[in-house]
């Protein structure tokens, strides 16, 4: 597979030694759309910031490489590296109303990125901030434009964070949990416009969630965390058809489907949660040796 984005053995840890991320690996190609699955502090967004450079202080990488479009990031300087992840890579966040800057206009908030960054004109940047607010289908782009979030509804707000991660043509987008704000009617919209923005552009998706419902219906291939590893890598197919690891079988069948939405959900099991806490700690005690 031709990665675009190649993740190699990435350990994580607070700077006090807790680790965070487990010998962490995974492969997005050009054009695909991979999805991170796990439960809540499974390390899925701490994955998404290694990649983009936005780790809290509090935590560092202890070892492993990322590659995106065949460079290493961690061989570059900080600001080389800066560059290459602008030009590249871009993030679409989670909450709307908390990324975007309450006291500024929508306009600047997408042109931004392409003026300080990359360098482009203040009118090529804005007249390109107008096509893509059309592309992700807000009526009155120049009106949009002119005014501030607070007067833009969630899934409006979501639709214009939408538009600015492809604002410089990225090859990789990161999806932090884009719909997690947003009501379920709404929800599916974003969901059918990240897909079409995805393929118009023939951009890479790393999509983080936690919903396999939403991960079935978007993406190519996945990867499911647990305490920071990864339990098991696979196409969609096979995933939801013969899951290999105990875990993974447990969490399709603790989760709800549209072709039986009354039917009782299953616990994920005691013994499932505890079989695979000590594959975490085995892990764990030959990295420390």
Not at 225 to 234: D, R, T
Request: charged letters at 20%; aromatic letters at 4%; proline letters at 6%.
């Amino acid at each position: 597979m031709n990665s675009f984005l190649e993740v190699r053995n990435l350990n994580l840890s607070l700077k006090a030694g807790m680790p965070i991320l487990r010998s962490v690996s995974l492969n997005v190609a050009a054009g695909q759309v991979h999805g991170l699955v796990g439960e809540s502090g499974a390390g899925k967004s701490m994955i998404g910031k290694a990649v983009l450079g936005t780790l809290p202080r509090a935590l560092q990488v202890t070892s492993g490489e990322i590659w995106l479009d065949g460079v290493n990031l961690n061989s570059l300087p900080t600001a080389e590296r800066r560059k290459t992840i602008g030009a590249k890579a871009a993030l679409i966040p989670q909450d709307p109303l908390t990324a975007l800057n309450p006291s500024k206009r929508i306009g600047p908030q997408i042109t931004r990125r392409l003026v300080d960054i990359l360098g482009w004109q203040k009118s090529d940047a804005e007249a390109r901030a107008v096509e893509l607010l059309h592309e992700v289908h807000i009526p009155d782009p120049a009106r949009v434009m002119k005014s501030y979030p607070h007067e833009l509804s969630g899934g409006m707000r979501q639709r214009i964070l939408i538009a600015s991660a492809f604002a410089a043509e990225p090859k990789l987008i990161i999806a932090d949990e884009p719909t997690t704000a947003l009501d379920v009617t709404v929800q599916k919209q974003i969901l059918r416009l990240i897909a079409e923005m995805q393929q118009r552009h023939d951009t890479a998706l790393l999509f983080v969630t936690h919903d396999l419902g939403v991960v079935s219906k978007t993406c190519d291939t996945l990867s499911v965390l647990y305490a920071g590893k990864v339990i098991e890598e696979a196409r969609m197919r096979r995933f939801f058809t013969r899951p290999i690891h105990p875990y993974s079988a447990a969490l399709l069948k603790a989760t709800p489907t549209y072709t039986n939405p009354r039917g009782s959900l299953t616990p994920v099991p005691q013994s499932v949660i505890d079989a695979t806490e000590r594959e975490v700690r085995e892990h764990d005690m030959r990295a420390s040796r």
